[in-house]
């Protein structure tokens, strides 16, 4: 754990220093051997840190030369500010402007960058059909018999050996399958809360978890958080007698892309499990890293079994298939008594299919090529926006995900751009979505997972033209 650490902070004082102008764009950094020797890294690991350096965008290789800061536009562009809500419960949501934005969900004719998911063009559709035929064919009755409760046991076993690759540990008894990552949030909910407790959420927050908590009668008590490393962890510290549940994204979240550094993922569950109260985990982001490397989960540091954590293939392999799970560690009976009531059974054909999708391979060389297009398309939108946007915009520094949050001067009304940008067939997520309160009326979320072209550069253009108008 020393090494990891180690690596953080080296990697971490690294971006600092470029971020803050210390070290200055096209400025030579040491090489990879002197890394070495300054911090007593082995190769490897200094080789590490430069591959996560260059995944953010914060510097840039050159052949027989080394690593350069970069030069890119983003320099340009400053980080939204740390998020500073109120640290009292709420239960009010945006709702109408929730419903507007949603209704655009499959509308061919509109430019989605308010839907956070891959397009269509990005996902080994071929190849998904094929296993679908090949599941009907194979399973007992052609799929129509019911599933074990705990649902396919080849979806989770290979989930299970998935999860070699972030310290999951886990095996296919510790796996209770779901209809895709929200029900699979939902049924922790349900499980562990009830009415009229609190559940501590990151700030800004996905809509669609608000919604759902506030559904299930639960206030929610939003944190402030980094647009870098998450929530702070001594906010939740001083919140910890209030609440009775927490619910975090700490790999790549949306709106922000914040990944939570691995000593803070430690230190969140042992805090969390001291004081008693469950963690639910949705790590639904975690395979569309930019870097050399899959982050953790807080799972890895589950010793009590307090961290539920749940995932699915709706981001990263095909969002209408609804295949999800959770590893609820020691609440695995009362989620197992849920999903009798509300489903007992999973989508026999579809679990399959997906299962064996993961056993051939076919998986992972498929998430090789979209987490490679994502950061590319990452990159095209870092070196649009400060072309074409106000002079002032901030915008984050994902290191992976599908999402881009953008951060205007307090003049801009993101709702008022929508009502503009709408007519232009272009749909966005106005930052007020993402939040309980009264905030973020200046930010919006873009959705990076649409493929790269002239015409979605026009279409960023567009919107940064009329970003101008109402400021």
């Keep these: 754990m020393a090494k990891v650490y180690l690596y953080s902070e080296i990697a971490n004082g690294i971006a600092f220093q470029i971020r803050n102008g210390i070290l200055k764009a096209g400025e030579k950094l040491p090489s990879v051997r002197m890394l070495c020797r300054e911090h007593g890294v082995s190769m490897n690991t200094a080789k590490r840190i430069f591959l996560e350096l260059e995944a953010q965008s914060l510097i840039e290789s050159k052949p027989q030369s080394g690593y350069f800061v970069s030069k890119l536009l983003q320099q340009k562009l400053s980080l939204p500010d740390i998020s500073r809500p109120s640290l009292i419960a709420n239960d009010k949501e945006p709702n109408e402007l929730i419903t507007k934005v949603y209704a655009n969900m499959g509308r061919d004719d509109l430019t989605l960058f308010s839907i956070g998911v891959p397009s269509g063009n990005l996902l080994p559709l071929a190849k998904l059909k094929k296993e679908i035929l090949h599941a009907t064919r194979e399973l007992k009755e052609g799929g129509t018999e019911y599933e074990p409760l705990q649902g396919n046991v080849k979806l989770r076993r290979m989930i299970a050996v998935r999860s070699l690759t972030w310290g999951g540990n886990l095996n296919e008894n510790d796996l209770i399958t779901t209809s895709g990552g929200m029900n699979a949030l939902s049924f922790c909910l349900m499980a562990l809360g009830k009415p009229g407790d609190t559940v501590a959420v990151e700030s800004p927050c996905y809509s669609g978890i608000l919604q759902l908590a ?3 009668g639960l206030k929610v008590l939003e944190l402030p958080t980094h647009p870098i490393t998450g929530i702070e962890i001594d906010a939740l510290k001083k919140v910890i007698p209030k609440i009775n549940l927490c619910l975090l994204v700490p790999n790549f979240n949306t709106p922000l892309g914040s990944c939570m550094p691995d000593e803070h993922k430690k230190e969140v569950v042992e805090l969390l499990a001291k004081h008693g109260v469950p963690l639910i985990e949705d790590d639904i982001y975690g ?14 540091f589950d010793k009590e079994g307090n961290v539920l954590w ?6 990263t392999l095909a969002p209408g298939y609804r295949v999800g799970w959770i ?3 020691k609440h695995k009976e009362k989620l197992l008594k849920l999903k009798f009531v509300h489903s007992i059974s999973s989508a026999s054909i579809i679990q399959e299919a997906v299962g064996n999708f993961l056993k051939t391979g076919r998986y992972e060389n498929h998430l090789h090529h979209l987490r490679s297009a994502l950061k590319s398309n990452y990159q095209n ?9 106000p002079v002032d915009t901030k915008v984050s520094r994902p290191q992976g995900g599908l999402a881009l949050w953008v951060e205007f001067n307090k003049d801009i009304d993101t709702i008022k751009l929508y009502d503009l940008a709408i007519k232009k067939n272009i749909s966005i997520s106005p930052g007020r979505m993402f939040t309980l309160q009264n905030q973020f009326e200046n930010c919006m ?12 550069k026009f279409k960023l253009k567009q919107l940064g033209n009329l970003a101008k108008m109402i400021s």
């Design 214 to 216: 506030i559904s299930l």
């Design 287 to 300: 395979d569309l890293y930019f870097g050399s490397q899959r982050p953790k989960c807080c799972k890895s």
């Design 310 to 315: 749940c995932s699915s293939v709706s981001k």
């Design 327 to 329: 590893a609820p560690g």
């Design 381 to 389: 939108y870092i070196h649009t926006i400060p072309e074409y946007f």
């Design 445 to 456: 979320r873009l959705c990076i997972g649409l493929p790269w072209s002239d015409d979605l």
